[in-house]
């Protein structure tokens, strides 16, 4: 499923060069559009502020370095981090164990009990996370379930599962019964099932899930922000909004983008690692036939 | 689970499958319950009471539908809702077109090996930052003075388009779309590919030994498949724009948000956390409207897309 | 599908009307609508005044209220004492405060923490100092479990509430008959005119002041003088200085539009002000100031405000890019002399201290609005500070309060926040800039007006002034709104805030 599979096909009509002539144009227009802002934050954040304020969009004269380490104390990522990390870790454990095997059940399981189920999650999926934010906060408090970052990681789990689950539920379905009656007949039992056949079969799709699982942790700040009062707790997000809402009352721009980036760059490269892993999972979420 | 509708179950649900169910189905369903369900219970109940917040929720609060009735008339409220259905509009529109544009693009003209895997690296970057960083570049970019939109614009010649009091003062709404779309596009274009991609090679090699030239092909081959998945992503858009709205809007705009620019979840928001005079039953009462006109259009929407079924069966 | 789903959505919805039909109130309740009363107030020169019966209002509930206290008769320089740590308590247990971290930094209140510390080394301090602060501490409140202390600044602050519903402890006591912390001096007697006032109709204080804060209009007095121009000090003045600015090349006048309040607390309230001063009428400005009703905004002095901006808005004086901007690109955009007049709080110099320009001399001037011939008024208010009312320790609160108010940390608050003490103490001596110098001798000539805010708000008419400014002055024709329309909404707006 790759690009090589017509090339061996057709010749080239000139309007089909013309074509691609002119949408390149589009893409590498677009292009710079993505990536130009990243590059942007990146050696803007090697400016002082005069420099910044002087021309924003200029490159930087001398590197300031230091500007990342202000940044990284002045918003005391190191802590950060590993809460980050931390959240992020229990997140994904959480969320791939119960969104495999909810998508199994609801892929595999005919009963007319499951479907409601089905039908429950896709409703669910329809109300704006947004609704939830004020009647958590004060739910949460009288839990006194803030200032944890298991309680959060289960908040981030529990509220990403229907859409991931139908994500997966699809690729699933697409695997033969065949199969299962098969292991079946032989005497598994469901967990053998699902961890011997199901998931090492869902790897693809497993691997998407669990690549925008983290970017979305590491990402989201709104839900943080209102369980965690405990600065000592914070997660890398937090402490970046709180670097650019301080960062507006004691300004130095260079130290503040030095602080997205610091924010901005494991994601990037998490994404580079993997994003062979990504571009395949989006492909087999799709009803691949078997 | 009763045995006598056979026709219902085509597999007996043996007591393994209980247990598999029991265990990795039943907490996540009740925990969802208790931290999805029961927080908009909830509020649906605070809604009928006029309460700060601070003290504690006394009967004499008790305000039954006022709240309802004082929102449904706020010209606020619906200037929100307008707007919020111009942004979704917006979005589904550019998203749609750049996400059919590229995925045919990219797959069906020739590019070279590498430059092809280097468009898609690339446009899914902006799915990956988070929203803070995001909003700050944007805002800088289309600033007046030290934005680089500007002088762009000027440089290629269309500096009518310019508007004197600023992006975000006169075009709110399109600064939001845009940088929406911007977001966007990277993950449903990969998905389209994916989907183009699934097609198989065969009906290609038969239609060209048919004699189907390349227009052909793409019409009657290609063209299904993006309309199915095209139906995938209106369908996804929708159902997040209602959330993603207000965290763009208020990651940009903030403060400075007025009936121009206010989305639904931005009123509920700022009558409840942002205010000085916090009214939470009466911001409450706009999230459950809220919740059902999402509700309502996402349920109308899915029905057109896909009869009966919905998009995700 | 859609069927069943429809089906369970109309059941509900008649369970709904059935509940709550039987505790149906059809009225709609705002929560804003506030009752005032009329106070007798001292004039900046000793003078007691009371309210005028010639001004009218309207019987909807809304008088003006200032109900400020104003003690003393100057506001001459006065040194509270060295301390002297024999004459108060040793204060124990645990003490904890909430202090939001903006636009006057950490640095005095860290200061002045530590100092406390070393005299009362059996007290347990824990000090939150942080941006988010408010919202971080703001269930605690709600559930009865506040900080001791609180800075009342900063956004998720609903003060207002908080007095409203009796959380914050009643300090006139503290006022009346308290002392600067290890001295013989009253409190009331060291705080300068006017900054403390009764909550409403009460007898009650729930606030007491740390630093002064008002609103005025900053230029760079080096490119003035590089032009030749000189500090416009009235409207004739401003009408002429804007147009030789214009004619030069330079846009005069630049506000942040995400935040018009700026403009209205730094341009348009002191012309206010100016009017109620010169027509011996102050009960006209806290009217406005509260909004407390309808007519105010008709009556022709605030018309001919707003007449003023609208005339140097037609003009092309304000810089129309600004009205998308926040208040640090359209600072930063004034620091490069994209603009020359910028209204703005006192805070400015802190706030920009790593932005500033060679070369480049802050300078300030409290209002330029008003007509020749009529007083030039400061607006001042105060930074706040506040003692929970269920807090544990609110004996150590108090004392820390008056510790704010001996001379070195009152010295020192000036020195690192650059904003004038609420006190009197002598601040010759401190290293203050040369802008906050400026400003200390502006608020303590007697040229100037000082006319206390009080505890007076806008309330949900806020929204609407900040909105109908900017609308003002953009010259988008799409936008642009006259003064008639402007006065419409903001009536419509008090209608329906006092309900």
Known sequence: MTDGKRKNKLKESAGAVVCRQIIRIFLIFWSVLVAFPIVWVLYTSLKTNKEFFASPWSLPGVPQWKNYAEAWNMAKFGSYFLNSIVTVVITLAITLIIVAANAYVIAKYKNRFIAGLEKFYMVAMMVPAVLMIVPLYYFADSLRMTDSLVWLSLIYAIQGMPFYVFMMAGFVRGIHNALLEAATIDGATQFQIFFRIILPLSKPTLFMVMLLNIMGTWNEYITALTFIRDESKYTIAIGLSYLTNSGVYDVNYGRTFAGLAIALIPILIVYGIFQKQIQQGMSSSDGVKG | MSRKKNKWLRQPPD????????????????????????????????????????????????????????????????????????????????????????????????????????????????????????????????????????????????????????????????????????????????????????????????????????????????????????????????????????????????????????????????????????????????????????AAVSLIVNRIMSGRRSVYD | MGKKYLKTLSALTVICLLITCSGCNFTTTTVTSEIRSTVTYVDGDGSVVSAPESHDSESSGGQNTSGIISNIQDNTVNNAGEIDPSKEEKLSGSFELQIFVGGYGSEAWEYAIAKFEELNPE?????????????????????????????????????????????????????????????????????????????????????????????????????????????????????????????????????????????????????????????????????????????????????????????????????????????????????????????????????????????????????????????????????????????????????????????????????????????????????????????????????????????????????????????????????????????????????????
């Open chain 3, 123 to 499: 007290l347990e301090v824990n000090a939150h100092l942080d941006t988010n602060v408010n919202a971080q501490m703001k269930t605690r409140w709600a559930k009865d479990n506040p900080p001791d202390f609180v800075f009342i600044e900063g956004t998720n602050m609903p003060a207002e509430v908080w007095m409203e519903e009796g959380k914050l402890l009643d300090l006139s006591d503290l006022y009346e008959n308290g002392k600067v912390y290890g001295t013989d001096t009253l409190i009331k007697d060291q705080l300068k005119n006017g900054l403390v006032s009764y909550y409403k109709n009460t007898d009650k204080i729930y606030q007491m002041p740390v630093l002064l804060s008002t609103y005025g209009m900053w230029y760079d007095e080096a490119f003035l003088n590089s032009k030749g121009w000189s500090v416009p000090k009235n409207y004739t003045q401003l009408k002429s200085f804007c147009a030789a600015s214009k004619k030069a090349g330079v846009t005069p006048l630049i506000y942040p539009g995400n935040y018009s309040g700026y403009l209205v607390w730094g341009l348009l309230m002191p012309a206010v002000a100016s009017e109620a001063v010169a027509s011996n009428d102050l009960d006209f400005f806290y009217d406005v100031a509260n909004a407390a009703n309808e007519s105010v905004f008709a009556d022709k002095r605030f018309r001919r405000c707003l007449e003023k901006i609208s005339e140097l808005a037609k003009a092309g004086y304000f810089d129309q890019n600004a009205l998308s901007m926040n208040h640090i690109t359209s600072q930063a955009s004034w620091l490069a002399h994209n603009a020359v007049l910028i209204p703005n709080g006192l805070w400015l110099e802190n706030e920009m201290k790593n932005s500033i320009p060679d070369g480049f001399r802050m300078r300030y001037y409290p209002a330029m609005l008003q007509d020749e011939g009529d007083p030039t008024c400061i607006i001042a208010s105060s930074a706040m500070v506040g003692v929970a009312a269920k807090g544990k320790n609110t004996e150590a609160a108090k004392a820390f309060i008056s510790f704010l108010y001996t001379d070195d940390v009152a010295r020192k608050f000036a020195e690192l926040c650059a904003v004038p003490s609420a006190t009197r103490v002598d601040v010759s001596g401190a290293e203050l800039t040369e802008a906050a110098k400026q400003v200390n001798e502006m608020i303590n000539s007697s040229d100037v007006r000082l006319v206390a805010k009080g505890s007076t708000t806008w309330g949900s008419v806020d929204a609407t002034i900040n909105e109908v400014v900017n609308s003002i002055v953009s010259q988008n024709p799409d936008k642009n709104i006259s003064v008639d329309e402007a006065i419409d909404k903001l009536q419509k707006a008090t209608k329906k805030k006092n309900g």
């Open chain 2, 15 to 294: 007591r393994s499958k209980i247990i598999f169910f029991l265990c990795f189905c039943l907490p996540p369903l009740l925990l969802y319950l208790l931290f999805g369900v029961y927080p908009i219970l909830n509020s649906v109940y605070v809604s009928l009471f006029e309460w700060s917040g601070f003290d504690k929720l006394t009967s004499d609060a008790f305000v039954g539908l006022g709240n309802y009735f004082e929102v449904i008339t706020e010209e606020e409220f619906l200037c929100a809702i307008r707007n919020d259905f111009i942004i979704i509009l917006g979005k589904e529109i550019i998203i749609i077109a750049l996400t059919v544009l590229f995925a045919v693009s990219l797959t069906r003209l020739k590019f070279r090996k590498g430059e092809a895997s280097l468009y898609r690296f690339v446009f899914f970057i902006p799915n990956v930052l988070s929203v803070v960083i995001i909003s700050i570049i944007w805002t800088f970019v289309i600033d007046p003075n030290f934005g680089i939109l500007n002088p762009v614009l000027r440089a290629v010649g269309l500096a009518d388009l310019i508007p004197a009091s600023g992006w975000t003062y006169e075009h709110p709404l399109g600064v939001i779309t845009f940088v929406a779309s911007w977001c966007g596009v990277g993950m449903f274009m990969l998905i389209m590919i994916a989907a183009i991609n699934g097609i198989n090679a065969e009906m290609y090699e038969s239609a060209t030994i048919d004699g189907a030239n390349e227009w052909k092909q793409l019409r009657y081959i290609t063209l299904p498949a993006i309309r199915e998945q095209s139906k995938f992503i209106v369908v996804t858009i929708l159902y997040q724009s209602f959330s993603s709205n207000f965290t763009m809007v208020q990651a940009m705009l903030g403060s400075s948000v007025n009936s121009d620019s206010v989305v639904m979840g931005m009123f509920v928001y700022q009558n409840s956390f942002d205010s000085q005079w916090p009214r939470v039953g009466y911001s409450y009462s706009a999230a459950v409207i809220m919740l059902v006109i999402t």
